[in-house]
């Protein structure tokens, strides 16, 4: 059983930071790509950012030059660097990885962001 725990979430002002951490846990023989998502009431979850197994990473345009997406493959762990955040980065925040042979997909149950004066 894979378990995807994610930490780091919360409210902040606008212009302020936020780490986010997804530690994987259980199961799990190699993980391809991990991601961030997030969704907001209303909206549909879209991609914040995501990184390969090789380092190469891909960012949502809302969020380039402000989020960065880094991982730590020892500790089966991945960051998600919020920089300058604005109320429309509020949103509940999942972490996704790809792994296995078989390319499965699993998520972890989320953290809210919150960016509000």
């Known amino acids: 059983q894979v378990q995807l725990a994610e930490s780091g979430g919360g409210l902040v002002q606008p212009g302020g930071s936020l780490r986010l951490s997804c530690a994987v846990s259980g199961s799990i023989t190699s993980i391809n790509a991990m991601g961030w998502y997030r969704q907001a009431p209303g909206e549909e979850r879209e991609l914040v950012a995501s990184?390969?197994?090789?380092?190469?990473?891909n960012y949502g345009d809302s969020v380039k030059g402000r989020f960065t997406i880094s991982r730590d493959n020892a500790k089966n762990t991945v960051y998600l660097q919020m920089n300058s955040l604005k109320p429309e980065d509020t949103a509940v925040y999942y972490c996704n990885i790809v792994a296995g042979k078989g390319m499965y997909s699993y998520w972890g149950q989320g953290t809210q962001v919150t960016v509000s004066s």
């Open positions: 990184i390969t197994s090789g380092g190469s990473t």
